[in-house]
């Protein structure tokens, strides 16, 4: 049960954000909202307010944002206010910021979570024997680059240092009373992991806009690795890594039970592979509906009704498809393991 509340809250708080960045751009930009619902089916209650029904629906698995222009008016409810603040009657611009709006909000709901876990890259430990102790490393430096990588976070340290293998010899950097020193840092093969190490242990607590700063760094390198595992997968190099719904609850509900904070840190990751898949340009998702205003800047007019329908008709059948490829190497996996 605490599994099923995990998931649940963390797929709400996704999606709902996601749409909540669609919302504040469309009444920023002056889109007509018709309704911002909270879960999907049924509505259990609805109440309108300046113009826009906020509903609360049976199944609490994210939300939607109605933006009047966007699709035909639904049965019983009265036709979108005035026609200047339709969808399609905006500028292009307008159109532009309300799509990527959404995205926008699952990469700040990333940061603003990873700097709720931000850790610093100061050393508070060094083991005893360590590679880091022999290099000379001390209680109190900040480690501020490793080889040619700047570390303005632990986790970034600790990925440069994972990256190399055992035995590699690394130059680090520190600041230490003002000054900046170098080391060089062999590294050591962990005896439970296996992986390079070094053996510091970091600093807890940050003040308040330097743990945003590591926040918005660690979301940029959540995405970059994201990116190049698509890349991966795209050139064949790796295979379908994708997870589907089976395979998050399941990260949901290994994090969940190892407390709070690994759930709040996968929740972060998710955040920020929610927003750039939407960013994919396939009809349905937000990035088809850039490319389909990128075409409407080149062409000077927007595409044909009847060729947006079908694009998003094809869209559809495609992302069911990867959908049902991804639950299958869940399961797959699940069933492996």
Do not use: C
């Amino acid at each position: 049960m605490n599994s099923l509340l995990a998931f649940a809250a963390v797929f709400l708080t996704l999606v709902l954000f996601h749409e909540l960045g669609h919302f504040l751009a469309a009444k920023a930009v002056g889109v007509a909202v018709q309704e911002f619902a909270v879960g999907f089916g049924p509505a259990l209650a609805r109440v309108r307010w300046r113009g826009t029904v906020y509903s609360l629906r049976l199944f609490p698995l994210g939300g939607f944002v109605r933006l009047a222009g966007m699709e035909g008016p639904q049965e019983g409810e009265e036709p979108a206010a005035e026609p200047a603040r339709m969808f399609h009657r905006r500028p292009l611009w307008q159109r532009v910021v309300t799509i990527a709006a959404g995205p926008a909000m699952n990469f700040l709901l990333a940061a603003g979570l990873m700097a709720v876990l931000y850790v610093p890259p100061s050393v508070a430990h060094v083991e005893k024997g360590s590679p880091a102790e022999r290099a000379g490393i001390q209680p109190g430096d900040r480690v501020v680059r490793v080889g040619h990588l700047s570390t303005p976070t632990a986790a970034r340290v600790l990925r440069a240092v994972h990256g190399v293998a055992p035995g590699t010899p690394l130059r680090v950097e520190v600041l230490r009373d003002g000054r900046r020193l170098a080391h060089t840092v062999v590294t050591a093969r962990h005896p439970v992991t296996g992986v390079s190490f070094i053996g510091v242990r970091w600093r807890t607590g940050a003040p308040p806009l330097e743990g945003l700063y590591g926040g918005f760094v660690e979301m940029v390198d959540s995405a970059g690795e994201v990116l190049r595992a698509l890349v991966r997968m795209l050139s064949r190099r790796e295979g379908l890594t994708v997870a589907g719904p089976a395979g998050i609850f399941s990260m949901v509900a290994e994090a969940a039970g190892r407390g709070v904070l690994p759930v709040v840190g996968l929740a972060a990751v998710l955040s920020v592979n929610l927003g750039l898949i939407n960013l994919l340009p396939l009809p349905v998702l937000d990035g088809g509906w850039l490319l389909f205003l990128a075409l409407e800047w080149v062409r000077r007019r927007p595409l044909e009704p009847r060729l947006q329908t079908a694009a998003q008709m094809l869209g559809m059948v495609i992302l069911v498809a990867l959908m049902l490829l991804a639950t299958y190497f869940d399961l797959k996996r699940l069933g492996q393991g």
